[in-house]
Nanobody, 126 residues
Framework: QVQLQESGPGLVKPGQTLSLTCTVSGASIPSGDYYWAWIRQPPGKGLEWMGVVAYSGSTYYSPSLKIRTFIARDTSKNQFTLQLISVTPEDTAVYYC??????????????????WGPGTQVTVSS
């Protein structure tokens, strides 16, 4: 059973960098069995796909977030990370990490992914 767990600060000030970590158990990130994605849901809105990292380290990003987003994997810790720079209150959301057996670009529907983390609330406020 694959399990994912998000971690990171729940409060970030405007202009700062949001940094989150997803710890994976039950699967090895470098094995190539899954692709590892970050998805968020702002209050009152739908799920938004942010980007994905492959086992090889290749990354793909949402065009609207590309200039502010960096996703990486740490194979020694079996984790992958999200950094979102220059945050604003509009970046307030529940952030999820997710795993899929196929490469998914741009889509965030729950039924497309094989596993999800429980999500972590991040609020951007001074």
């Amino acid at each position: 059973q694959v399990q994912l767990q998000e971690s990171g600060p729940g409060l970030v000030k405007p202009g700062q960098t949001l940094s989150l970590t997803c710890t994976v158990s039950g699967a090895s990130i470098p094995s190539g069995d899954y692709y590892w994605a970050w998805i968020r849901q702002p209050p009152g809105k739908g799920l938004e796909w942010m980007g994905v990292v492959a086992y090889s380290g290749s990354t793909y990003y949402s065009p609207s977030l590309k200039i502010r987003t960096f996703i990486a994997r740490d194979t020694s810790k079996n984790q992958f990370t999200l950094q979102l720079i220059s945050v604003t209150p509009e970046d307030t959301a529940v952030y999820y990490c997710a795993a899929s057996k196929k490469l998914i670009l741009g889509a965030a529907s729950r039924n497309l992914y094989d596993y999800w983390g429980p999500g972590t609330q991040v609020t951007v406020s001074s």
